[in-house]
Each structure stands twice: as structure tokens, then as C-alpha cells.
């Protein structure tokens, strides 16, 4: 899957990843290969990235929308303080 964070400010993240998982306004949640077409609201928190070669990665939010479509999970955020 193909991942872009970005801030109004710049490109925080973009890559091949095989699992994101998000802090969601009714919880967190996961998305993985194949996921079902998504828009939803993010809260604030942390977004964990686990990239193809199993590499982990965090990036704090301060809230912001993810949207998923055809295997792309476009982040809008803003980074948390």
C-alpha cells in the first residue's frame, strides 16, 4: 500500500507501508492491504507506520482526515507539539 502524511506545511511521510494504524475520533484503528474505501476523522494521538521491511514508525497528531481508496491512505494532519 502506498502511504502520504502530509501537513499544510510539508510531505511528512510517503512510502510502501503494510499496516497503518490511526487514532480515530470514535477510536484507534488499523488498515491493512485490500481495506474497504474510507474517509474518516482523526483525534489526537499517534500514527504508527510498520513499512515493508518491518521498519516502525510514529508521528504524533494533533487530529486531521485519512482517507482510503485502491490500496492509498492519504493522511491530512497537522503534527502535534
Known sequence: M????????????????DLVQLPGKMGS????????????I?????LKIIDTDRNTHFIPLSGGMVKVRRNTITVLTEVAE
Open 42 to 46: 482523526l483525534e489526537k494521538g499517534r
Open 2 to 17: 502506498k502511504l502520504e502524511v502530509i501537513s499544510p506545511k510539508k510531505i511528512l511521510y510517503t512510502g510502501e507501508v
Open 29 to 40: 484503528f488499523e488498515i491493512l492491504q485490500n481495506h474497504a474505501p474510507l474517509v474518516a
